[in-house]
């Protein structure tokens, strides 16, 4: 999920997208970044995101992935999925 | 949705993999390459950056990995390496590999054929359309026993009334001989154990779809008792074998004996692969009316078609058996004295040659138990080269474990290298199975050519069940043989495999351990085998020896037979014509009628006064009611008193009894001239076979006088010469009896021809001449073969076993060289270590063999129908097994315990 959040604005690279969720997360999600890509490929294969070749800013060769139709459609549902879970959390923590 | 779009995309990334790996190697690299950039700009120097960023990616080898398995089909690319790597290990060990595979092969090619056996009899539909149609009308009786013998009567009847057949056929299959013998010459030279015709009724062809090669088929019309020649239909492998294919046979003459016309026109060879409904070499087909003789048309007794139908659509078997049970409660019991009550009729399947119905399937049990447990000594075998081997391996799988490799992925390579030598073990079996099949069966059939006949038409070749058999089971065998090494060579403790440590004392006992329950199991099986086929072999060849306790070498059977245009009194003044001149022969030396012959008995039961308990005590005997002169002329040792004499009729209330009755019905005492009850119903002289008597309890007895005591014999069971036999004077008949005995001073067989003569002379038609002798083998034949087959199993699996044994033993000594070096060197003489070698071994075999004794005993109880005759204690088989034993051990262990000895100590410390 965090991974198509990243992509929903705009295309990004690997360690763009690494980037974005350090930063995004202040810091708090720390994820050992060569983990990325087993869960990138996957998406790619069920279709989510795609992924083309591209230049970087640094000038490197770097395979850029951004969202499908698809791709947006689980965000949303995903998201949605997220904030009712963490609403019931709160209800229930709210009541004790 | 998802899985299956994830699916697609995986199949079409392993078919671009080498691109992809490419691709993400590159993307991988530039994503490490901004790390260190961004490192660098911090101000790192390159090393720090480079190890701060690697820490910071993570583990390459292990990512990419994960990345591998995320995209593609991994399985796959995993399996298509280690089939790579297994194939290049195993060519690198030649000599384990062919040892392995020859092991399994063994094993693997005798199931192969067996299961190519039972897919010709039992899975093969017959080559008719729609097979699965066909059922065969089946009558139970009260406990159970089923047949499906029917008789011509039974056959009108349900044709005339049925409705959920579409056709029904009835066959009756007869042995005939070539009116000529020089006539026919299989085209092979092969003896022909006879010749078989079945007499059908003329909608066979119509109703079994069968497809003809050259003319016509059976047609209601050749019923039609006023044509001018009666007509046949040839099988397709007679035409080929003995009339050598001539596509002008058609219009061809032959002409038998035995049937009732003997000169018959060929009007069609049928296709070739059909045989008819059961396998069996035949001639051909005739028309019912071709058999000789009129009272098998209207007797419900003369029971010996099979009835065949062809069900209709939407009708189920059991609905139809509902309705032919209707049909024979009201025409057959009630119009025929209550014969057939309590019978009930079901349908069996008729689309196969073998049939098998559940309760066969569990009579074949044994010989399938056989089977698998050769099977089973493959594979522990081959588990047991495999585990030495690995052992030698360890390094190797510990370096792999230690770089990283799951247990899984090493799991995997190893149970495919297994899989690839069982699948290898497969391919060898599969050809010694075919070779089996073409040599080992037929030579196993001439040897009894009425086997061989019996099984023509069983296509024993390989189809696509039987591939599909021999590879789940090479996948299985190799499964076997692999996974328990497997496991252990990839366990956990890596360190005393990098340490290189061999097995010195004491260590790895769990595996020795395995390692001798293996052989232990493999001895126990082999030895179990060895057992049973001693059993049998030991009564096949006891069968040879078997005293009938009369002497059957110089006895004949003769049977009158009349063309079926003969009325009563021609039959009848053919046979006293036939009587008369047999008896003027010189070569005969006694003649009498016979009921059939041999093994013609019925049950009874017989009481007795007991003066002792002034009770009655009844006793089970067979009794047979036999013509004046039968018991002399078959010659039966008479104990005391006397046989029967032209006087002696029913009325006169005599009875001749065997050795075996008289010391059951009156034991420790002299049976001459005693008396005891049988029912009144059995000395009115009506003694239709087969008939049973019930309600002995009311029915009128009557008393009769022992006359004579005749010795016992086998000439009414062949297994058992002590029964209790009753013989009653047979009323005098008005007619001549059709069934001749007759004793000849010399052999038997030179009298055959002179006989066959003047029953030509008499009715026109040759007469069916048997010996006695030939009668009793073909009853033990079938032990036999069952022996032989035994016999080469238990011969493989020794072979197995041995080769088994001599492996671990050689393997332990190998490994143990350390420690016997050691002993050496501390003064035990090479001797002692030879010494211990072999204890060592002979502990195994004995071990083995116990258990495999005490196997096969318990088996042998529960077999006991196949064995019926001989105990498990059996001193042949015992013998043989100890043999066994014997051969097993010093085979096995001679080798290695020299081995042993010959250990120079000096080398065997200074070698790793």
């Known amino acids: ?96 | 949705m998802r899985r299956l779009r994830s699916l697609f995309f995986r199949i079409g990334a392993f078919f671009r993999r080498r691109g992809l790996e490419d691709e993400m190697k590159a993307e991988l690299q530039s994503h490490l390459d901004g790390l260190v950039d961004r490192h660098l700009a911090a101000g790192m120097s390159p090393e720090e950056a480079r190890d701060a960023a690697r820490r910071e990616f993570g583990g390459i080898a292990q990512i990419q990995e994960e990345a591998r398995d995320a995209r593609s089909v991994v399985w796959v690319e995993h399996l298509v390496r280690d089939v790579g790597y297994a194939v290049r290990t195993l060519r690198k060990n030649p000599g384990f590999t062919l040892v392995v595979a020859f092991t399994l092969a063994l094993g693997l090619g005798v199931n192969t054929a067996l299961f190519t056996w039972f897919n010709a009899a039992a899975f093969r539909p017959l080559p008719v359309p729609e097979s699965e149609q066909l059922f065969a009308i089946t009558r139970l009786d009260k406990n159970g026993n089923e047949t499906k013998a029917m008789s011509l009567v039974d056959f009108v009847t349900y044709r005339d009334h049925q409705s959920v057949f579409s056709g029904l056929v009835a066959v009756r299959n007869m042995g005939v001989e070539p009116a000529d013998a020089t006539e026919f010459m299989d085209a092979r030279g092969a003896k022909s154990s006879g010749f078989r015709v079945e007499t059908v009724s003329p909608n066979y062809f119509a109703v079994l779809g069968v497809p003809m090669a050259l003319g016509r088929p059976l047609l209601p019309s050749d019923e039609d008792a006023s044509r001018a020649q009666p007509v046949i239909v040839l099988s397709h492998q007679f035409w080929q074998n003995y009339l050598g294919g001539d596509p002008n046979v058609i219009g061809r003459t032959l002409r038998f004996r035995g049937l009732a016309e003997e000169a018959l026109s060929i009007v069609g060879v049928a296709g070739p692969d059909f045989y008819g409904t059961g396998p069996g070499a035949r001639v051909g087909w005739v028309p019912t009316l071709m058999r000789p003789g009129e009272s098998w048309r209207t007797d419900l007794t003369a029971t010996d078609f099979t009835l065949t139908g062809r069900l209709r659509a939407g009708i189920s078997p059991e609905q139809a058996a509902e309705e032919l049970q209707a049909i024979a409660n009201t025409m057959l019991v009630r119009r025929h004295e209550g014969a057939r009550t309590g019978e009930v009729i079901v349908l069996s399947k008729a689309s196969r040659y073998l049939n098998l119905s559940p309760r066969q399937l569990v009579l074949m049990l044994p010989l399938i138990c056989m089977f698998g447990a050769v099977f089973v000594i493959s594979c522990a075998n081959a588990s047991n080269l495999i585990l030495a081997r690995s052992m030698t391996r360890q390094f190797e799988f510990a370096v792999r474990s230690a770089l990283g490799a799951t247990r899984r992925r090493l799991l995997a390579l190893l149970v495919t290298e297994s899989v690839v030598l069982g699948l290898l073990g497969g391919a060898l079996g599969w050809a010694l199975a075919a070779a089996m099949l073409r040599f080992v069966w037929p030579w196993l059939l001439d040897m009894q050519p009425h086997a061989r006949d019996g099984t023509a038409g069983l296509v024993l070749t390989a189809d696509y069940r039987v591939f599909a058999f021999t590879t789940t089971v090479s996948v299985l065998a190799g499964l076997a043989g692999g996974l328990l090494p497997a496991l252990h060579v990839t366990r956990r403790n890596l360190l005393p495999a990098l340490n290189r440590e061999g097995s010195a004392f004491g260590r790895s006992i769990r595996l020795s351990r395995a390692r001798n329950y293996l052989v232990v199991a493999q001895l126990a099986l082999s030895s179990a085998l060895i057992f049973i086929a001693g059993l049998l072999v030991h009564r096949a060849l006891r069968t040879q020896f078997y005293d009938p306790g009369f002497d059957l070498s110089r006895l004949l059977t003769l049977e009158v037979m009349v063309p079926r245009t003969f009325g009563a009194g021609q039959i009848d003044a053919a046979r006293r014509q036939v009587w008369e001149r047999v008896r003027e022969l010189p070569e005969v030396a006694a003649i009498s009628e016979t009921p059939r012959f041999p093994f013609s008995s019925t049950p009874a039961k017989v009481s007795v006064h007991d003066p002792g308990t002034a009770g009655v005590r009844t006793v089970q005997v067979l009794q047979l009611a036999v013509p004046a002169s039968y018991l002399s002329t078959l010659q039966l040792p008479l104990v005391q008193g006397r046989f029967f004499n032209r006087d002696d009729t029913p009325a006169d209330r005599v009875a001749v009894i065997s050795e075996t009755a008289a010391r059951e019905l009156w034991p420790g005492r002299d049976a001459l001239g005693q008396r005891f009850e049988v029912p009144r119903s059995l000395v009115a002289g009506n003694t239709a076979s087969g008939v049973e008597r019930r309600n002995e309890a009311d029915t009128p007895h009557t008393s009769l006088t022992v006359v004579g005591i005749a010795r016992d014999s086998r000439v009414f069971d062949p297994w058992e010469r002590s029964r209790s036999i009753v013989f009653l004077p047979a009323p005098p008949q008005t007619q001549a009896g059709a069934y001749l005995l007759i004793r000849t001073p010399h052999a038997a067989e030179r009298t055959v021809a002179t006989l066959h003569q003047i029953g030509r002379d008499a009715t026109g038609m040759a007469p069916r001449v048997f010996t006695v002798k030939e009668l009793f083998a073909e009853v033990y034949l079938q032990y036999r073969v069952v022996a032989w087959v035994a016999g080469i199993l238990a011969g493989l699996s020794l072979i197995v076993a041995v080769t088994g044994l001599y492996g671990v033993m050689t393997y332990a000594v190998h490994q143990r060289v350390k420690e016997i070096g050691i002993r050496v060197a501390l003064g035990a003489s090479p001797r002692r270590v030879a010494t211990g070698v072999l204890y060592e071994t002979l502990r195994l075999v004995v071990w083995g063999t116990v258990l495999g004794y005490a196997l096969s005993v318990v088996l042998a109880v529960f077999a006991r129908v196949y064995l019926f005759g001989v105990s498990p204690f059996d001193p042949v088989a015992c013998g043989l097994v100890a043999l066994f034993l014997a051969i097993v051990g010093l085979l096995a262990s001679w080798v290695p315990a020299r081995r042993a000895a010959r250990v120079n100590p000096v080398v065997a410390l200074r070698a790793e």
């Open chain 1, 1 to 96: 999920m965090l991974i198509l959040r990243a992509l929903q604005h705009e295309p990004r690279h690997g360690l763009a997208i690494a980037d974005r969720i350090h930063l995004v997360s202040a810091d708090v999600l720390r994820v050992e970044q060569g983990s990325l890509y087993p869960a990138l490929y996957r998406l790619e294969a069920e279709g989510l995101i795609r992924a083309e070749w591209g230049v970087s800013e640094k000038n490197r060769k770097a395979r850029f992935y951004e969202l499908t139709a698809a791709g947006r459609k689980r965000l949303a549902s995903e998201i949605e999925h997220w904030e009712r879970m963490a609403a019931a959390v709160r209800v229930v923590l709210s009541k004790a």
